[in-house]
């Protein structure tokens, strides 16, 4: 991203004030950083990279917002390896360079292969796992239509729990809201970030 066409000032931990400081502390000294960390948090002057600094400027919505985030991206019902394949899947969907540039370290940690990836973004997803299979095909449902068929509905509760179903529905509408925060802003990924592979449809 052109840091002339910024939308939104990058705030530093010196702009910001009480409530913004706790939200940043929830952050970038939470649950996403412990462990090895895939992409970078924050940028060299401090700021919040991709949604959370966008999140910083509306403290009483980001606060929710990115514990929402937490609770999917550490709390659910859901493999690590089904929840990225789940968000490279939205990402891919929306048009999301920042989403697809961070999940894709993620998914490369967790065990996805760079044949499944490929397939992930071409729509041609498949796996002996039934888990898997199913939550693949079920958030591309939830992806392609408004809708959820009877049909598509029933061949995802044969296998996937209620709670699963819940964990994948609310999953892809987070990182839709994510990627349209950082569309609307125009927050792209880091300098030498690698962009979306094939085509994708932008939100």
Known sequence: M?????RLPQLTPGD???????LYDRIAAGDRAKGVQHFPL????????????????AP????????LGATIRF????????REMAILQVA???????????HERVARAVGLTDAEITDLASGCFRSEDPIEAASAAFVANLLN???????????????LSDRQLIDLTVLVGYYRTLA?????????????GRSLPGEHRHA
């Open 2 to 6: 052109n840091p002339a066409k910024e």
């Open 16 to 22: 910001l004030d009480e409530a913004q400081r706790a």
């Open 42 to 57: 924050t940028a060299e002057d401090g700021s919040l990279n991709g949604p959370f600094g966008v999140m910083l400027h």
């Open 60 to 67: 009483d919505v980001g606060a929710p917002l990115q514990e």
């Open 75 to 82: 709390r659910t019902a859901l493999s690590a390896r089904v």
């Open 92 to 102: 891919h969907a929306v048009g999301s360079e920042f989403e697809w540039w961070a």
């Open 145 to 159: 239509s408004s809708t959820v068929t009877d049909e598509e509905f029933a061949a995802a509760s044969a296998v």
């Open 180 to 192: 349209q925060l950082m569309s609307v802003f125009d927050i792209g990924v880091p300098d030498g």
